[in-house]
């Protein structure tokens, strides 16, 4: 009597679940939903660092094209100030990523507490910042005085004015402090911070002998 039974027969090539609802695709790491926060905001952030790229590049075309106006205008910046300042947002920004780890913790007290130092720290950035303006303003300086203070005032008042946002942003984040949010609200302060770090050495110390 002839077996009805079929030979197993080898399969080639990886088994596909049975179960329908199971995922067979991992997410890249390359997309947007990887990284922290709302994906919105780091299309944000990209788009105003390749903002302040450009103005910063066309800062140093404006340099090679007038050297010695640019030399002596950048000896009369407050180069103390700035650098007191490059702490301050520094400072500020490591204490945004510990508010992250206390709300990822759920301690939204203390979250809360470190956003506000955070935020208390920019606004010092921004006090000092306003002073130096002040500076220059009482000795006659402005925007159209060279081209050096008209990219001078346009590029660190334009952050300044991101400063001034950022600091909304955290406070409407301490209201939820939620991960999600914190995460979105201090990428954009973590952003402040970045720009500035790439406007202090080419306004205020190229060309300065240290």
Sequence with gaps: MNDTRADAVPVEGPVQAS????????????????????????????SEIFVFGGALWGFAISEMLHPEIFKEARSHLNVPIATINTLILLTSGFIAAIAVRYAKAGNAKLARLSLAGAGALGVVFMIL??????????????LETNSFYTLYFLVTGFHLAHVVFGL???????????????????????????????????????????
């Design 129 to 142: 910042k306003i002073m130096e303006y002040q500076q220059k303003f009482e000795l006659g300086v402005g």
């Design 19 to 46: 179960n329908p609802g199971r995922k067979v695709a991992a997410k890249s790491p390359w997309s947007l939903d990887s990284l922290p926060g709302d994906p919105m905001m780091w299309i944000l952030i990209t």
């Design 168 to 210: 909304i942003i955290l406070a409407i984040v301490a209201i939820w402090p939620n991960e999600d949010n914190l995460e979105t609200g201090t990428a954009f302060w973590h952003m402040v911070d970045l720009i500035w770090v790439m406007i202090f050495p080419v306004f205020y110390l190229m060309g300065v002998g240290l």
